[in-house]
Nanobody
Framework: VQLQAFGGGLVQAGGSLELSCAAS????????IGWYRQVPGGQREFVAL?????????????NYADSVKGRFTISRDNAKNTVYLQMNSLKPEDTAVYYC???????????WGQGTQVTVSS
């Protein structure tokens, strides 16, 4: 499974950005795609997750970190093999490198994209 993240950039506080994560390869084997973020010297932290394989919920079940609930929205487009992260009301503390992640339940393997920088100025 290969993941490519797009859409980072510089934005003022209160602004919006949308990140995209394009998946390729054996994507039939994964069950969820999510976003994590990391600041220099810090640990990679969970941001949001959407299930990928569900056929009963066309929009996919989602989960969010408390710090982004109500501001960020994760969504998927299975036809384009892409997951999006719409980020609104951005704060300086959202500044980080954002990584997309896919999970394969068969062997608990995790896959990572290359990361995209998001910088929110105050």
């Amino acid at each position: 499974v290969q993941l490519q993240a797009f859409g980072g950039g510089l934005v003022q506080a209160g602004g919006s950005l949308e990140l995209s994560c394009a998946a390729s390869g054996s994507i039939f084997s994964i069950d969820a795609i999510g976003w994590y973020r990391q600041v220099p010297g810090g640990q990679r932290e969970f941001v949001a997750l959407i299930d990928w394989a569900s056929t009963t919920n066309s929009e996919g079940s989602t989960n969010y970190a408390d710090s982004v609930k109500g501001r960020f929205t994760i969504s998927r487009d299975n036809a384009k093999n892409t997951v999006y992260l719409q980020m609104n009301s951005l704060k300086p503390e959202d500044t980080a490198v954002y990584y997309c992640n896919a999970k394969r339940p068969l062997d608990r393997e995790a896959f990572w994209g290359q990361g995209t920088q998001v910088t929110v100025s105050s």
